[in-house]
């Protein structure tokens, strides 16, 4: 069974700070990996992809994947409080996605 | 551009009746979308990928004569919820992958909140 796993938080940083969110995947043939950001009642919003190992900066936010160690993660620098949401890790084999249970991200000010 | 479009965003209902939901690519044209279910402070599960002139292919557990899925043209794909009971009120939403992002990345539409009572 393929499994993504993050921790649920919740991760709770001040403004300015960096919030640093992990996932692992289990499905080695995993070709594609992404994060969402979804605020409460709202769809997923996709903010990152990532397809090859090392780091992908957009922005404020930096991707940074590991397929030996079968490991995803999310840098979010200068943290605002409109940041605070839950953040999907998903992991695409042949086309289709798989979710992480998510992690709640609060930023206080 | 990657825009996806739902109606209705809301939907309440009666238990036995059955409820369409449509799913619309407005700038990009689909060959496959996918249906997914999100229950609260639950991640999202895929029930079914759609694909455009063929049957969808649904995800072990989900019922097909339950779930009807027709995706009948390039960008638009409907879920119909036959004799809809409590336990089927949920969010549902549905996604599409541009031809331009390779068919890797999904953009999800904004998701329709039904209620069964």
């Known amino acids: 069974q393929k499994e993504v796993e993050q921790n649920s938080g919740p991760l709770s940083v001040p403004e300015g700070a960096i919030a640093s969110l992990n996932c692992t995947y289990s499905?080695?043939?995993?070709?594609?990996f992404f994060w969402y950001r979804q605020y409460s009642g709202k769809s997923p919003e996709l903010i990152m992809s990532?397809?090859?190992?090392g780091d992908k900066e957009d922005g404020r936010f930096t991707a940074q994947l590991n397929k030996a160690s079968q490991y995803v993660s999310l840098l979010i620098r200068d943290s605002q409080p409109s940041d605070s949401a839950t953040y999907l890790c998903?992991?695409?084999?042949?086309?289709?996605?798989?979710f992480g249970q998510g992690t709640i991200l609060t930023v206080h000010p | 551009g990657a825009v996806v479009s739902q109606h209705p965003s809301r939907v309440i209902c009666k238990s036995g009746t059955s409820v369409k939901i449509e799913c619309r690519s407005l700038?990009?044209?689909?060959?496959?979308m996918f249906w997914y279910r999100q229950f609260p402070k639950q991640s999202l599960m895929l029930m079914a990928t759609?694909?455009?002139?063929?049957?969808?292919?649904?995800e072990q557990g989900v019922e097909k004569d339950k779930f009807l899925i027709n995706h009948a043209s390039l960008t638009l794909s409907t879920l119909t919820v036959t004799s809809a009971h409590p336990e089927d009120s949920s969010f549902y939403i549905c996604?599409?992958?541009?031809?331009?992002?390779?068919?890797?990345?999904?953009?999800f539409g904004p998701g329709t909140r039904l209620t069964v009572t």
């Open positions: 996604s599409a992958s541009p031809p331009t992002s390779g068919n890797y990345e999904q953009y």
């Open positions: 499905d080695r043939v995993s070709q594609s």
């Open positions: 990532i397809y090859s190992n």
């Open positions: 998903a992991v695409s084999s042949y086309g289709k996605l798989t």
């Open positions: 700038d990009f044209q689909a060959t496959t």
């Open positions: 759609s694909n455009e002139g063929s049957k969808a292919t649904y």
